[in-house]
């Protein structure tokens, strides 16, 4: 069965770097498209990036283009997300979703990580 | 880039049948067929029930059901059941490449 869990949140000080992770399993992780999308508390589902499943297109949110960078390493079935420069407003529980084939669908999640950005 | 627009809340008795509407612009919903609403329950990560306007993955209800009209896509809900109350959040591949999701609603069921 699919799998997604993601790693590496936390609680960081404002302004410094956090790398979450994601390991997949249960699917063929090369072949397919990847989201990052986050929820801060008590809040709705914001879209944070994609990455097309060879890792040669990368797409971000206006709120984080420039300070966040998404990757993946298909050989270890793991997608990235770096987060640079870090404020308050990025507090939030991050998910990785795997694409449906064919669509920009999130049709697996994982259960998310929380990234708290406080002094 | 602007969220889709949803109603805050919904609310509807067991049985009864419920509309969500999600509104968007010609650079989203109008633009392209890529329009998914997700189930949330609390604490929990979102579900996907419908992807592509109107297709439901396997499993999940026919209850449930999704279509579109110019800039503004809708998910209906018929025969309420009590365990439908969650937040409900629609989402739309946009023409710069990016995905926006709805502020999303709450269906009470009373």
């Known amino acids: ?119 | 880039q602007s969220a889709l627009t949803q109603p805050a809340s919904v609310s509807g008795s067991p049985g009864q049948s419920i509309t969500i509407s999600c509104t968007g612009t010609s650079s989203d919903v109008g633009r392209y067929n890529y329009v998914s609403w997700y189930q949330q329950s609390p604490g929990k990560a979102p579900k996907l029930i419908i992807h592509d306007v109107t297709s439901r993955p396997s499993g999940v209800s026919n209850r449930f059901s999704g279509s579109k009209s110019g800039n503004t896509a809708s998910l209906s809900i018929s025969g309420l059941q009590t365990e439908d109350e969650a937040d409900y959040y629609c989402s739309s591949y946009t023409s710069s490449s990016t995905v926006a999701f709805g502020g999303g609603t709450k269906l009470t069921v009373l």
Not at chain 1, 63 to 86: A, C, E
């Open chain 1, 1 to 119: 069965q699919v799998q997604l869990v993601e790693s590496g949140g936390g609680v960081v000080q404002p302004g410094r770097s956090l790398r979450l992770s994601c390991e997949a399993s249960g699917f063929t992780f090369s072949g397919y498209g990847m989201h990052w999308v986050r929820q801060a508390p008590g809040k709705g589902l914001e879209w944070v990036a994609l990455i097309w499943y060879d890792g040669s297109n990368k797409y971000y949110a206006d709120s984080v283009k420039g300070r966040f960078t998404i990757s993946r390493d298909n050989s270890k079935n793991t997608l990235y997300l770096q987060m640079n420069s870090l404020g308050a407003e990025d507090t939030a529980v991050y998910y990785c979703t795997k694409i449906l084939s064919g669509t920009y669908s999130s049709d697996y999640w994982g259960q998310g990580t929380l990234v708290t950005v406080s002094s």
